[in-house]
């Protein structure tokens, strides 16, 4: 059914709009952590990198489907995943707290890499994209409603 690839990728962007909001989360957490458990220096800001999933078959299937041939199985949905959570490379913050026990010998201390408003407003927006695969989805789920109502 037709509507099983739409529900994929539907699914794939409610999953994908789920890990980014919960890394913003992770980096409005450690917005003040100035030391991580490896020891390297303060919390590093984290992204996720998306890479669109193609839902074009190739040549191959498109011609086994214009000549009436069977190619259930080998048919991809399109959609979004996720390819890594990578760290920010921007340098970090640098305050002047002597009085703070990671602060150099001249009282400098390495804050993390982290703006609040840019966090937030990567939070709305990951927002919004997950509304509107939820719109989406309940489009769907109305046309599907309607397609068995007609069958009826």
Not at 83 to 98: K, L, R, T, W
């Amino acid at each position: 059914m037709a509507f099983l690839g739409s529900m994929n990728i539907v699914g794939s962007g409610l999953t994908a709009q789920q890990l980014r909001l919960d890394v913003i989360s992770e980096n409005i957490t450690n917005l003040n952590t100035t030391r991580t458990e490896e020891g390297d220096g303060p919390y590093r800001r984290k992204i996720v990198v998306f890479e669109a999933e193609s839902g074009r078959n190739d040549f191959r299937m498109a011609m086994a489907s214009a000549m009436g041939a069977s190619n259930r199985g080998s048919e991809r949905a399109g959609g979004v995943k996720v390819v890594e959570i990578a760290e920010d490379p921007s340098p970090f913050a640098i305050s002047y707290d002597p009085t703070h026990p990671d602060a150099d010998e001249e009282g400098y201390l390495e804050m993390p890499n982290i703006t609040l408003v840019k966090e937030i407003t990567d939070a709305m927006a990951a927002t919004q994209a997950y509304s509107a695969n939820v719109t989406a989805f309940n489009t769907l789920k109305a046309v599907v409603a309607r397609g068995m109502d007609i069958g009826r």
